[in-house]
């Protein structure tokens, strides 16, 4: 890249408009004094690709990928990491000098550097981990848990079948349980996750039954609106400890802003409150 050219990155989706990662890059290239750009790009589908291979003759050298197109981009990029071939999505772009796309999947990476952050003292090998939900964001949870020696992954979902594939794609670590089921796969666990969007803003609440939690348990939830969810609000009650679901949005965002940027930002209170604004 010649030495007056502006770096820029920037979140493709439709919608976008809601994406948080603008405030957290923007932050960022302040804090670091960096000269480079962050955009939100909403791009439909039938457009993604004469899109994605416009951006490097543009100055584009990466670009977050959210919903719906986490999917397709694997499709159009050149390179696929192992990981996001194991996901079965990518998040992360970079974008070489020559046109070439690699795509990457960082939000298990995210979401093991959340725990590791918000509960120190987590030990992943020491129980079960309980997993509710089986959509997107449930594969790389689940490839990162057993990634870090989860001994065992209980998962229920609203429809079995989701559950039952991600069983058949990840193995025997995998124990499938019925919904109706759901509150029974807490008990013993060294880990609780929730990935999917029950208690969310504007979603039904999440009302599995919490009696077996307790203390010792760690407790996250992907869903970061509101930030204290019903989940994690009995879990603190009962003694757990709680990690929110918002550095998980940060953490995944600190490979791609190293690789486009040149610079690993780190995470703290600042960093928080500028995306929470």
């Not at 750009?37 to 457009?47: F, G, L, N, S, T």
């Not at 990518?90 to 590791?116: C, M, P, Q, W, Y």
């Not at 989940?231 to 998980?248: I, P, S």
Request: glycine share 10%.
């Amino acid at each position: 890249m010649s030495l007056h050219r502006i770096p820029l990155a920037g979140v493709i989706g439709s919608p976008v408009a809601h994406s948080r990662s603008p405030r957290l890059f923007s932050h960022w290239l302040r804090k670091y004094g960096i000269a480079g750009h962050y955009v939100p790009m909403e791009i439909a589908d039938d457009k993604l690709e004469a899109a994605l291979r416009s951006l490097p003759d543009l100055g584009f050298v990466g670009a977050n990928v959210t919903i719906p197109h986490k999917e397709t981009v694997m499709e159009i990029a050149d390179h696929v990491s192992e990981r996001a071939t194991l996901i079965g999505a990518a998040n992360t772009l970079v974008l070489k000098e020559d046109g070439s796309i690699h795509a990457d999947n960082t939000d298990g990476f995210g979401f093991i550097e959340n725990l590791r952050q918000g509960a120190p003292g987590w030990d992943p090998t020491t129980g079960p981990a309980a997993v509710f939900g089986a959509g997107g964001a449930c594969r790389a949870v689940i490839a990162s848990l057993i990634d870090v020696g989860v001994p065992e992954i209980r998962l229920s979902n609203r429809s079995r079948e989701r559950a039952e594939q991600l069983r058949q794609d990840f193995g025997d670590t995998i124990v499938v349980y019925d919904w109706v089921q759901a509150g029974n796969i807490v008990e013993d666990c060294a880990t609780v996750v929730n990935t999917s969007s029950l208690g969310m803003t504007g979603k039904p609440e999440f009302r599995v039954p919490l009696d077996a939690l307790t203390s010792g348990m760690v407790v996250t939830d992907l869903v970061y609106t509101p930030l204290q969810t019903r989940l994690l609000a009995e879990a603190e009650a009962a003694g757990c400890t709680v990690v929110d679901g918002l550095g998980m949005l940060l953490h995944q965002a600190v490979p791609g802003f190293e690789r486009w940027f040149g610079t690993r930002p780190e995470i703290d209170e600042e960093t928080r409150a500028a995306v929470l604004r």
